[in-house]
């Protein structure tokens, strides 16, 4: 089974284009942190609440002391937030993918040695498991990039293009 541990970016992008109910049926073994937790608000966070309580993520909470080595990465890592080290860390701890659309924060779990993916990676995963056709693939990743500019375009105009069948 693949271990993930899910920034806030990819969850709430995922959320924004209604393609969390087929996130949470991929075959991961889904989780994050109480700080990430903390930064999904407004609409999403009670839909985030409901994977929650259907036991879809687990959410791993700290304690001081592992609290305090998250506080070292973060000084080691300055231009990284405090939930940014929490899922490096977590990631550390279960031999885990990172899933991010932060690009900080791909590069640095890169530097690292952290496997980490984006959201591009969860599409082709949403395809070969048979949780979205390459037409609702297309018409979702065609929503996201008109919502999120932080998406790397060439990627995503690739994929697009490939999806022409």
């Not at 995922?14 to 393609?19: E, H, S, V």
């Not at 082709?124 to 609702?136: A, C, Q, R, V």
Request: with cysteine.
């Amino acid at each position: 089974m693949i271990i993930v541990v899910n920034d806030a970016s990819i969850l709430i992008d995922l959320m924004k284009i209604d393609l969390s109910d087929e996130f949470f049926r991929l075959p991961f073994k889904m989780h994050t942190t109480d700080i990430v937790s903390a930064e999904i608000t407004d609409e999403n966070a009670l839909r985030f609440r409901q994977y929650i309580n259907k036991k879809k993520i687990q959410i791993r909470r700290f304690s001081d002391k592992e609290m305090e080595e998250i506080l070292k990465i973060q000084a080691e890592n300055l231009p990284l937030s405090l939930a940014d080290c929490s899922c490096f860390w977590l990631c550390k701890q279960l031999s885990a993918i990172l899933l991010t659309s932060d690009g900080k924060l791909r590069r640095s779990a890169s530097e690292k040695d952290i496997p980490v993916h984006g959201i591009l990676w969860v599409f082709d995963n949403l395809i070969s498991e048979k949780e979205i056709t390459i037409g609702e693939a297309d018409n979702k990743l065609k929503a996201l990039m008109e919502i999120n500019p932080r998406l790397p375009r060439e990627e995503c105009y690739k994929r697009l293009k490939k999806w022409k069948i």
